[in-house]
């Protein structure tokens, strides 16, 4: 009787000792490569608290106790910067997964998965617009950028298009008190091409910009020497449209503006000098607009120095 007991208190107590089968599991794991981001989808059984994605070039031990480590609390897919990594472009990389449970369980890693890093072109982040135009933000050495806009809803494709070198463009036509959209992409070379479109930004436009408009409210002052003698005028005027460039000219009485070489510039003004006091001279200005067309010639406006 006392053999039988102690042959079932033995039973029962390596019962007991025996290991819990884990209940955190992989079943699936993929990666891939969109542009800069690399993408991970995959499922997990188990009360999972978060996922370890380990990395590791392709050709090393590949332990993935040892590669380099990104934690995720996504359950099913996640996407990751290439260049938040240490990856290097033209390499190959071998990729492991595991999931976490509470205190620190964890499944086996599943994998590897390889895959080949190839070049890309980065796209642009932060835009917005501001008085002067559109910004943006960009982490890597960009050939040039394309930019299209239109108002608010405009469908892509429809809208107005221009290119810059830096990361700002000035030479957006906008109209006051309108909301437009905007969207922005990197060009890096023949071999990165694009990147991605990334848009819409709204924005709200509170004064025209490269609006091609007529200048308006011309007038000047005389300008005189030290000795009070009438030498030169400034001529100003204004510009509603928000523009960057001009033409003008100051000829003599009843002469067109085309009469001789006229000028150009940047600024709301020009001064003329070496005038002759109580001579009547016409001065014209018109606006060279951001597609290259001009306004007409805004005139005569009667300049006599006296």
């Given at each position: 009787m006392n053999k039988l007991l102690f042959l079932l208190i033995l039973v029962i107590s390596l019962a007991s000792c025996k290991k819990k089968p884990n209940p955190l599991q992989i079943d699936s794991f993929s990666v891939e490569q969109t542009r800069q981001y690399l993408n991970f989808t995959f499922s997990s059984e188990g009360p999972v608290t978060y996922h370890e994605i380990s990395y590791a070039l392709a050709g090393n031990d590949n332990d993935p106790s040892t590669g380099t480590i990104i934690t995720t609390a996504a359950t099913a897919s996640y996407s990751e910067e290439i260049q938040n990594t240490s990856i290097t472009v033209g390499s190959n990389y071998v990729f492991y997964i595991r999931s976490i449970g509470e205190d620190n369980l964890k499944s086996d890693w599943f994998g590897p998965r390889a895959l080949d890093i190839s070049e890309y072109c980065a796209e642009p982040f932060d835009i917005e617009f501001n008085p002067t135009g559109l910004t943006w933000g960009s982490d890597f050495d960009i050939s040039f950028y394309e930019i299209e806009y239109g108002p608010q809803g405009f469908t892509q494709g429809s809208g107005l298009t221009t290119q810059a070198s830096y990361s700002f463009s000035t030479d957006l036509i906008l109209e006051a008190n309108v909301i437009y959209d905007a969207y922005v992409r990197s060009y890096c070379d023949a071999n990165s091409n694009w990147s991605a479109w990334v848009g819409p930004t709204s924005g709200f436009v509170s004064q025209n910009r490269n609006l091609c408009v007529d200048p308006t409210n011309l007038g000047f002052t005389t300008i005189y020497d030290s000795?009070?003698?009438?030498?030169?005028?400034?001529?100003?005027?204004?510009?509603?449209?928000n523009n960057f460039s001009y033409e003008y000219n100051?000829?003599?009485?009843?002469?067109?503006?085309?009469?001789?070489v006229y000028?150009?510039?940047?600024?709301?003004?020009?001064?003329?000098?070496?005038?002759?006091?109580?001579?009547?001279?016409?001065?014209?200005?018109?606006?060279?607009?951001?597609?290259g067309s001009k306004t007409a010639w805004i005139g005569p406006l009667d300049v006599v120095i006296n």
């Open positions: 000795f009070n003698n009438p030498t030169a005028a400034n001529v100003t005027w204004d510009d509603d449209g100051l000829v003599l009485d009843g002469e067109s503006p085309e009469s001789s000028e150009s510039g940047t600024t709301l003004e020009n001064t003329y000098s070496n005038l002759t006091a109580n001579t009547q001279y016409d001065f014209y200005v018109r606006t060279v607009c951001q597609d």
